[in-house]
């Protein structure tokens, strides 16, 4: 999918992003995602109520909170960039684009292989830490009170940083594609 088509979300047909089974996967992320942004604000909610109406908040709130943003953010990171909704400078690349499209889009290909080199650092960096929190039995919280495993928080942390990637290299191949496209119907 193209980065113009999901910018006007007038002028985007419904099913602007193609479908496949990753597109379905990556999709599906993003609404177990927001599905996390809702318990959290009931988690929110309900601690406030009960503290503020019983005194009695409700034990590891703030560590959940603090580690479900992290979850919420790579769940919903390849989402995001096939969708065409990463925030980004558009400032430079849109009216290059439009004025030389062939090399705009083979730069902005050089910006998704740089997005791929990204995460791609983020899931390798992030592999060790997964292992050492599987093996070690690594717990957040305090003890006694409220711990929770840490690894599924790593886990969703290499998952979405390789999607995303994976993600980022699709872009780039159909940039890549659509400016060696562009170049042929010139010589034509």
Same mark, same amino acid.
């Given at each position: 999918?193209?980065?113009?088509? /999901?910018?006007?979300?007038? &002028?985007?047909?419904?099913?602007?992003?193609?479908? *496949? #089974?990753? @597109?379905? !996967?990556?999709? =599906?992320?993003?609404?177990?995602?927001?599905?996390?942004?809702?318990?959290?604000?009931?988690?929110?909610?309900?601690?406030?109520?009960?503290?503020?109406?019983?005194?009695?908040?409700?034990?590891?709130?703030?560590?959940?909170?603090?580690?479900?943003?992290?979850?919420?953010?790579?769940?919903?990171?390849?989402?995001?960039?096939?969708?065409?909704?990463?925030?980004?400078?558009?400032?430079?690349?849109?009216?290059?684009? /439009?004025?030389?499209?062939? &090399?705009?889009?083979?730069?902005?290909?050089?910006? *998704? #292989?740089? @997005?791929? !080199?990204?995460? =791609?650092?983020?899931?390798?960096?992030?592999?060790?830490?997964?292992?050492?929190?599987?093996?070690?039995?690594?717990?957040?919280?305090?003890?006694?009170?409220?711990?929770?495993?840490?690894?599924?928080?790593?886990?969703?942390?290499?998952?979405?940083?390789?999607?995303?990637?994976?993600?980022?290299?699709?872009?780039?191949?159909?940039?890549?594609?659509?400016?060696?496209?562009?170049?042929?119907?010139?010589?034509?």
């Amino acid at each position: 999918m193209s980065y113009e088509a /999901a910018t006007d979300l007038d &002028a985007a047909p419904a099913g602007a992003a193609p479908v *496949s #089974a990753f @597109g379905r !996967f990556v999709d =599906g992320l993003n609404a177990l995602g927001s599905a996390v942004i809702g318990l959290v604000m009931v988690l929110m909610c309900a601690d406030v109520l009960l503290r503020n109406l019983a005194n009695r908040p409700i034990d590891g709130v703030a560590e959940l909170v603090a580690t479900s943003i992290v979850v919420i953010v790579f769940l919903q990171l390849p989402a995001t960039l096939r969708h065409g909704r990463m925030s980004r400078a558009d400032l430079f690349i849109d009216p290059f684009i /439009a004025r030389r499209p062939r &090399a705009g889009k083979r730069l902005r290909s050089l910006f *998704s #292989a740089v @997005g791929v !080199f990204a995460c =791609g650092v983020i899931a390798y960096a992030t592999w060790p830490m997964l292992n050492k929190a599987w093996s070690g039995d690594e717990f957040l919280g305090v003890e006694g009170v409220f711990t929770f495993p840490v690894w599924p928080m790593r886990a969703v942390v290499v998952l979405g940083a390789a999607l995303a990637a994976v993600q980022y290299a699709l872009l780039a191949a159909q940039d890549w594609a659509e400016a060696a496209r562009q170049g042929e119907a010139r010589h034509d």
